[in-house]
């Protein structure tokens, strides 16, 4: 039996989507109900497979698990960590995960939850191979590449990268040379919106991932959500890593991406 474990976002509803297609059995657990749950409804029509869950409660999620007989379990969608600086209800096995750790990065954090799976015997499956049809082949997806941007998008890509391997963020916001802003626990979206107020317009977005980025969770995602509120000149490019890197809302993201005159560059 497959379980999903759903974040926020379109991500999980495009997984669902893909497992109806392959006839695969699942059923899915909710997180955040607030941000997903109608969506996710409309598609999976059996409300028995449904199961709505409080985050940050692993040891329910893992009773969750035995009792529906999981064998492999799909990590997607985001959870936003600024959640841990609140006063959420922790239980105790989140206490306990979290307590061993030194630094409380997303990789670390998502590596002991992976561990903690195995320990009981459960397999994650990797993102790539449920939502392969996301990535898009290298190449110059809409707009033009100019040699200005060129030079940006290869300095923003190899600073985005850094800043991934050292578990502070996967974005860069850039503009003629100078980092504008660096992603961290804020997330993409937000990230973006600064460097606009810094930079105004024409500015360059990239995204990376970790050099050994570990497909069974947090792949990088750009989609339709990440151009919300922008205007048409503020954004003159936006870059990523073709094979590691997810596009949720394909068709929506490039038309909204041609409708502000911004290059969608996907990165070999």
């Not at 993102?127 to 998008?153: A, H, R, W, Y």
């Not at 190899?158 to 040379?177: C, L, N, P, R, Y």
Request: glycine share 6%.
């Amino acid at each position: 039996m497959i379980t999903v474990i759903a974040g926020t976002g379109t991500l999980p509803i495009e997984a669902c989507k893909n497992l109806i297609n392959q006839k695969k059995d699942f059923f899915i657990v909710v997180l955040f109900p607030e941000d997903n749950l109608k969506a996710i409804e409309e598609l999976i029509q059996d409300p028995n497979k449904i199961i709505i869950q409080e985050c940050y409660q692993i040891s329910k999620v893992l009773n969750l698990l035995k009792e529906k007989n999981t064998t492999h379990v799909l990590l997607i969608g985001k959870v936003d960590k600024r959640n841990l600086l609140k006063k959420v209800k922790l239980d105790w096995l989140s206490i306990k995960l979290l307590a061993m750790l030194t630094y409380k990065d997303d990789k670390a954090i998502m590596e002991k939850i992976l561990e903690t799976l195995k320990e009981n015997e459960i397999e994650v499956i990797k993102q790539s191979e449920v939502l392969n049809s996301l990535f898009v082949e290298p190449g110059i997806i809409s707009g033009n590449l100019t040699e200005n941007l060129k030079i940006d998008i290869e300095l923003g890509m190899s600073v985005a990268e850094k800043m991934s391997s050292w578990s502070i963020g996967q974005t860069v916001a850039i503009k003629d040379g100078m980092i504008l802003a660096i992603e961290a626990i804020e997330g993409t979206d937000e990230c973006i919106q600064r460097g606009i107020k810094l930079g105004k317009e024409n500015i360059v977005i990239c995204k990376s991932a970790h050099p050994k980025q570990n497909q069974k969770y947090d792949l990088p995602t750009l989609g339709t959500n990440s151009l919300k509120g922008i205007s048409s000149r503020q954004i003159a490019a936006i870059a990523w890593k073709s094979n590691q890197t997810f596009i949720a809302d394909k068709e929506e993201f490039v038309k909204k991406a041609k409708e502000l005159g911004i290059s969608l560059i996907s990165v070999k």
